[in-house]
């Protein structure tokens, strides 16, 4: 029978007694067996790695419109951690694309009448570590994409969202978001991010006292260098960003540093341990060529929707999947060890 790589991790990682050379008896040498660790994860998008092949539940649609891949990076750090020698015991994977943050604790809805209940269902007294990812949808991401982009107006979006004023001209999205009506829109989605990590929060501590959290940030998207943002990547047709302003990089930088601030100001509050990619990912940028983590926004990604290829929609390649599940397996086995 061949083993594969998978099996021969989680089988050396399920060793639980080692024998020692000598007469004593066996149970005198016997090591400790680390225990699996259950674990929950949930989250949107960037945990469910939309835009990676093979997408898991094909055979179900509730499962489906959530578009979750199979590789997303909980089964990529949890696979890693097994290589470490521990063992994550999953009890769901719960992210889902689109979700927002208020889908910790209550129904999603899905295309095509179909929802998904919320993802803290999988909690309970026996979990001990949940991790995910939340915040893009509930701040507005898709929504500012909208307002910045013209052509991302005029086509069938495969996310939800509308921009958040469509008379105001997509050209002058950076000075909406910076003064006015746009400015303020922006306030109150961060305040609201704020408000509902706090539910969040507590309820992991309520649903489950002895798990530890991790909530995991956004990979950086807008280089330092804004003029690398104007040079489609090798072989791609699109800037990586599109027709999004070049005066608008920098505010949305500035909108994705500050909910990355939040996020970990929020994570410290409840005690959780938070992944900051935004800090590590700034040469993986959707601008950094073929050392790009983020697929660009019309660029076409591994999954087809009905036959018809689904751009990336500035989520991570397998480049910056693999970048996001390596620092949750980091951050997971420093916070199973304190």
């Not at 943050?101 to 979990?127: C, D, M, N, V, Y």
């Not at 996310?159 to 002058?172: H, I, K, N, Y």
């Amino acid at each position: 029978m061949t083993t594969t790589r998978r099996g021969r991790s989680l089988l050396v990682a399920a060793v639980a007694v080692v024998m020692c050379a000598g007469a004593a008896p066996a149970a005198a040498h016997e090591l400790a067996r680390p225990e699996p660790v259950s674990t929950v994860f949930f989250g949107d998008s960037y945990a469910a790695n939309f835009g990676i092949a093979p997408i898991f539940g094909a055979w179900d649609l509730n499962e489906y419109y959530c578009f979750r891949s199979e590789e997303n990076y909980p089964a990529v750090a949890a696979r890693e951690l097994a290589e470490q020698g521990t063992t994550l015991d999953v009890a769901s994977d719960r992210s889902c694309g689109a979700a927002v943050i208020e889908h910790f604790w209550t129904t999603q809805p899905l295309p095509k009448g179909k929802s998904k209940p919320p993802q803290q269902e999988a909690l309970g007294s026996e979990t001990r570590l949940v991790v995910g990812t939340l915040g893009g949808n509930t701040l507005g991401f898709v929504q500012i994409l909208q307002q910045c982009s013209q052509t991302f107006r005029n086509l069938d979006a495969v996310l939800p969202g509308d921009p958040v004023d469509p008379d105001d001209p997509a050209e002058q999205c950076a000075a909406f978001f910076t003064v006015g009506a746009g400015r303020q829109w922006l306030d109150s989605r961060f305040d609201t991010v704020e408000t509902e990590l706090g539910v969040l929060f507590d309820n992991v501590g309520e649903l489950s006292p002895h798990a530890k959290a991790v909530l995991v940030g956004y990979p950086r998207i807008v280089p330092d260098n804004f003029v690398k943002c104007q040079i489609p990547a090798p072989g791609r047709k699109y800037k990586p960003l599109a027709d999004i302003p070049t005066n608008a990089l920098p505010v949305f930088d500035n909108i994705q540093e500050r909910l990355n601030d939040l996020m970990r100001a929020k994570a410290d509050e409840a005690g959780a341990l938070f992944v900051d990619l935004y800090a590590v990912t700034g040469y993986n940028t959707a601008c950094d060529g073929d050392d790009r983590g983020i697929g660009g926004l019309f660029e076409t990604s591994q999954v087809k929707l009905l036959g018809v290829p689904l751009p990336w929609l500035l989520h991570p390649n397998t480049r910056g999947r693999d970048i996001q599940g390596h620092h949750v397996a980091t951050a997971i086995q420093h916070t199973l060890r304190t």
